[in-house]
């Protein structure tokens, strides 16, 4: 009967040890998945920072597009330079570049910098011209439409003190 006893303890023990060895080994793969994950979004993130920076060197090439166009009206070229502008303009879109859509709208201090006011009719902080274009990358504004917004025009009363 000892036999059977050591046996049955002996079982028991090496059975403890194969489930602690196998808590550990979930464990463990559990770990494993999480760094996966986390490495995956991290790469993520990185990739989206580089596009960021390159497509941010890129609108300067983008904004030069747009300031010679209008002067080339009479060149030869004109047609080829808009087709460079256009197959630009699409590559950038793919990778979610998109210009911030302002004039006409309120201003919001995450989209649109304000770089002077003008006295007019129109309710206050609506945008009335556009002085640089803005663009978001996908959600995040990469750069803010510089603009130039409504202010409220206030009546004659109260000047020379009443008279």
């Not at 991290?42 to 747009?66: Q, R, S």
């Not at 309710?123 to 995040?140: A, R």
Request: proline share 3%.
């Amino acid at each position: 009967m000892d036999d059977t006893e050591e046996l049955k303890k002996a079982l028991a023990e090496q059975t403890r040890l194969a489930e602690e060895r196998l808590n550990q080994l979930r464990y463990l793969q559990a770990d494993f998945d999480n760094f996966r994950k986390w490495s995956a979004k991290e790469k993520e993130t990185i990739t989206a920072l580089a596009n960021e920076k390159l497509i941010n060197d890129l609108l300067v090439v983008l904004d030069d597009f747009e300031l010679a166009l209008p002067s080339l009206e009479q060149e030869k070229n004109r047609e080829g330079m808009e087709m460079i502008h256009k197959k630009l303009t699409k590559i950038l879109s793919d990778y979610g570049l998109q210009p911030i859509d302002c004039v006409g709208k309120k201003f919001d201090p995450r989209y649109h910098e304000v770089l002077c006011t003008e006295k007019c009719q129109k309710e206050p902080n609506t945008i009335l011209e556009d002085f640089g274009k803005g663009y978001q990358l996908k959600s995040k504004v990469i750069r803010p439409s510089k603009v130039k917004i409504a202010e409220q025009e206030t009546e004659n009363v109260g000047e020379n003190n009443g008279e």
